[in-house]
């Protein structure tokens, strides 16, 4: 079974700042996919960034970018210029390429602090 | 806003009650799932449906039965809970295509305390 792990309970970054958030995962699968989501306040968990393993450049979405390391199964996401309304959890999550539908291995998130 | 809206947005109830979580999708997707998010824990996926059929079902309690009777709906059924079941209940929707990246539209969850 695959395992997410997060191994930063708690972060934080002052304003205009960069800060990078770690992940590891377990598998003996080649192809899978990678994600990070965002949970602020209000509960709503949102997708910010994805990564797919058989593709070599790291992901990025304006603002935040992803280091993924395979061989090592590494995937840290990088938030820079950060700002207030980045201050949310954060979860890395796993999904195996084999299996149909959307069933992710989430880790025990990580909480961003972001001050003024 | 996701499109995913979740009744109610909190929930009290004692071990012998029953109550019902509902969800509603406005996305037009083909798959369902409900997660269990507890503090200091992963989230936990419970169920999924996918065009209304229940495709995975993971080892979740019998007191937890969930109803998915159209694409856009999604129902979890609670009675005689434990209070260790008092979580955070999401529910998600997206379109299954089978490739795997697809993206998952969360609604803001049930905050569920069983005294």
């Known amino acids: 079974a695959q395992t997410v792990t997060q191994s930063q309970p708690e972060m934080s970054v002052q304003e205009a700042e960069t800060v990078t958030l770690s992940c590891t995962y377990d598998?003996?699968?080649?192809?899978?996919?990678l994600f990070w989501y965002k949970q602020p306040p209000s509960r709503q968990m949102i997708l910010v960034i994805r990564q797919e393993a058989y593709k070599q450049q790291n992901a990025t979405e304006n603002r935040f970018s992803v280091n993924f390391q395979k061989a090592a199964k590494s995937f840290s996401l990088k938030i820079s210029d950060s700002q207030l309304g980045d201050a949310a959890m954060y979860f890395c999550a796993y999904r195996s390429r084999e299996t149909s539908g959307s069933r992710l291995t989430f880790g025990e998130g990580t909480q961003l602090t972001v001050n003024p | 806003e996701t499109g995913v809206t979740q009744t109610p947005r909190h929930l009290v109830m004692g071990m012998t009650n029953k109550k019902s979580l509902k969800c509603e999708q406005h996305l037009g997707h083909n798959a369902m799932y409900w997660y269990k998010q507890s503090a200091k824990k992963p989230l936990e996926l419970m169920f999924v449906y996918s065009l209304e059929e229940r495709v995975e079902n993971n080892s979740v309690p019998s007191r937890f039965s969930p109803e998915c009777p159209n694409s856009s709906h999604l129902f979890l059924h609670l009675h005689t809970l434990q209070p260790e079941d008092s979580a955070l209940y999401l529910c998600?929707?997206?379109?299954?295509?089978?490739?795997?990246?697809?993206?998952?539209?969360f609604g803001s969850g049930t905050q569920l305390s069983v005294l």
């Open positions: 998600a929707s997206s379109q299954d295509r089978g490739q795997g990246n697809e993206k998952l539209f």
């Open positions: 598998t003996s699968e080649s192809d899978y996919y």
